[in-house]
C-alpha cells in the first residue's frame, strides 16, 4: 500500500512540472474586465454659410454678384457619447494589454437669424434665384428683401477597434488602434423671403452625407498624481462620402422640387485630451476637450438665372467641417 501511494504522489508531481514546462512563456492571460463610458457637453458646429439669399446685377445677365451674410457659420448644441469594450491582458507582438471596443457619438447644432437688405437704388439688387434656375427675384429700388434662415445639424456614428496597449515607462502607456467605422451628417435648411411685401419664397431641403470607412487611433496616457491621470488621444479616418441632396421650393403659389447625389473621399481628424478623477476602484469621472475636422461636407451653390452661364446652375460642392465638444464623462469597470 505504500509502495502504492508512494508511486501515486511522484506521479502527480511528475505531471505538474511537465505541465508547468509546457506552459508559453510569451502568453500571460488573467482576469478580463469590462468598462463603459457615457459623456456629455455643449457643441459647436463651424459649416459653410448657407448661399440661398444674393445680390443680383439689375441688368442683362443679372449675375450673381455677391453671397448675402444672413447668419453665422457657427450653431451650437449639445453632444452625446460613449464607448464599452473589453480588455484583457495579453503579452504579445509588443503589447501588454488587449481592447475591442465600440464607441459612438451624435452631435446636434441649430442657428436660426432673421435680416434685411435695403434697396438704395440703381446698382442694387437683392433677391434669389429659383431652385430650377429658370428664372430669378430681385427687390425694386426703395424696397426691402427680409429673410428668415433656420438651420440644423446631426452628425454622429459609430467605430469598433481592437486596440493594443503597451507600458512607454513607469506611468506612461501608450495605445494604438484600428477598425471599421461610419458616421453621418444630415443638414436641414428652411428659408423664407420676401420683397417688400411683394413676391414671397419658402424654401426647404434635407442634405444628408453616409460616410463609410475606417480609422485608426493612438493615444498615451499617464498618472499626474495618485488619484488623477491625463491623456491624449487622436483619430485619423477615411471614409468614402456618398451625399443626396432633396429641395422643395414655393414661390407665389409656384412649386419646384430638385434632387442631386454625389460620391468623393473624404477624411476626418479628432484630437481629443482628457483628465481622469478616480472615484475608487471602479468608478473615474473625467473632464474632456475635443477637436473635430471633417473634409469633402458638401454645401449647396444655388446658381444663377439662365443669362448667368457663368454662375451655372444648383449643383453641390465641397467644403469642411469644424467641431468643438466639452463636458464630463462617467466610466466604469467591471
Not at 157 to 186: H, Q, W, Y
Not at 260 to 272: C, I
Request: aromatic share 10%.
Amino acid at each position: 500500500m505504500n509502495r502504492i501511494l508512494t508511486t501515486a504522489v511522484m506521479s502527480c508531481l511528475s505531471f505538474s512540472q511537465y505541465a508547468m514546462a509546457s506552459e508559453p512563456t510569451h502568453v500571460s492571460l488573467h482576469a478580463p474586465h469590462g468598462f463603459a463610458v457615457v459623456e456629455v457637453g455643449p457643441a459647436l458646429l463651424n459649416m459653410k454659410e448657407t448661399q440661398f439669399f444674393i445680390q443680383r446685377g439689375e441688368s442683362s445677365p443679372f449675375a450673381k454678384e455677391a453671397v448675402l451674410d444672413t447668419g453665422s457659420s457657427w450653431s451650437q448644441g449639445g453632444y452625446i457619447g460613449g464607448e464599452f469594450g473589453h480588455s484583457f491582458d495579453l503579452n504579445k507582438w509588443g503589447f501588454d494589454q488587449y481592447t475591442v471596443s465600440l464607441a459612438a457619438d451624435w452631435t446636434r447644432t441649430e442657428t436660426d437669424s432673421s435680416s434685411s437688405f435695403y434697396d438704395t437704388g440703381a446698382g442694387v439688387r437683392f433677391g434669389w434665384v429659383v431652385l430650377d434656375n429658370s428664372n430669378g427675384y430681385g427687390t425694386p429700388n426703395g424696397t426691402t428683401l427680409t429673410t428668415m434662415t433656420d438651420r440644423q445639424f446631426d452628425y454622429g456614428g459609430a467605430t469598433v477597434l481592437i486596440s493594443g496597449t503597451r507600458k512607454l515607462g513607469d506611468s506612461l502607456d501608450l495605445t494604438l488602434g484600428a477598425g471599421p467605422s461610419f458616421r453621418r451628417l444630415l443638414e436641414k435648411n428652411k428659408y423664407h423671403g420676401e420683397l417688400g411685401g411683394g413676391s414671397q419664397v419658402d424654401h426647404s431641403e434635407d442634405l444628408s452625407t453616409n460616410y463609410l470607412g475606417g480609422a485608426i487611433k493612438a493615444s498615451v496616457s499617464g498618472n499626474l498624481t495618485h488619484d488623477l491621470k491625463g491623456s491624449v488621444s487622436g483619430q485619423i479616418g477615411i471614409y468614402r462620402a456618398d451625399s443626396s441632396f432633396n429641395a422643395q421650393q414655393t414661390i407665389s403659389s409656384n412649386n419646384y422640387s430638385e434632387t442631386r447625389s454625389r460620391s468623393l473621399m473624404s477624411y476626418s481628424g479628432d484630437v481629443k485630451g482628457t483628465l481622469s478623477y478616480a472615484l475608487d476602484e471602479y468608478w473615474t469621472l473625467n473632464g474632456f476637450g475635443r477637436l473635430t475636422y471633417l473634409s469633402n461636407v458638401p454645401t449647396v451653390n444655388y446658381g444663377s438665372s439662365p443669362q448667368d452661364t457663368a454662375n451655372g446652375k444648383l449643383r453641390l460642392e465641397e467644403d469642411s467641417l469644424l467641431g468643438i465638444n466639452v463636458g464630463l464623462s462617467l466610466a466604469a469597470r467591471f
